[in-house]
């Protein structure tokens, strides 16, 4: 996406360094490195749906996601292997940025004070690029019986 | 246990405080899985418990394995040293881990007394670290 011409310098094409973005702007890069991974933006999704998860519910809802499927149809083992990677690397990473808190003794999932900026940015994706990712995660367990 | 794919610049990290292989998985970056999958199920093997046990502490803080997986397979391949990256070593909870760019995740005891004593301790490689920010 760099276009450099090579030797060619117009006055004002390299931008010094005190006209750099604010700092609002440059925490964009969070955003980004917290949505750069599928599983991360689907649990970021789940958000929008509701502000609180349990990791396991969680881990059922994103194995259904990525193998096509719902929740209840979800083997132990390929939930197992969502469950122990976002415990392992994703949740503790979203928690780092300040996106989410995670309570290891009732392993919930909840939204914390960076979330709002991350949700909005979401948001914003939804409606183009991800929304079949979107609307699963929104799907409240409307279809899913419990009994 | 001599029966190694480490080829030999993987010498160079501190083996002192390795005992022996207890696990070893293999990790493939064009499966299902993730890396941090593979080394949680392979520290649970030699650990003996099941893998959604092993909770006593996030991988995490040890390392970041999602970056070390983007390092180590970029291209998706698990090819001995086509990327020349080599062997990471790194410590977790009693076990040294090593992930070798051939796939391999490989779980050795730690041996005692060498705390602190390499590259590879406990802090997790990250680069803005810094506890204290000058003032403005």
Redesign the interface.
Known sequence: MCDQGGGESRSGAQKPADDLPPAGILSLDHVFEALS?PRRRYLCYTLLASPEWNLETLAAKIAAWENDTIPEAVTDERR??V???L???????LA?EGIVSFD?DTETIAVAQNSKQVLRALEGLGGSLDSAQESHARAQDSEETDQ | MSMSNDDGAEDSSPTSNRGAMLAQQHFDPRGDGDLTTTIVYTVAEADGVEPPELMDEPLYDSVDATALEATLFRNGHASGSRTGTGTLSFEYLDYVVTVGDDGWVKVYERQEGTDGAGPSGPDAPETADEPDEPGA
């Open positions: 991974h197992n292997q469950y122990v990677s415990y392992h690397a994703h949740v503790p990473k780092d290891p």
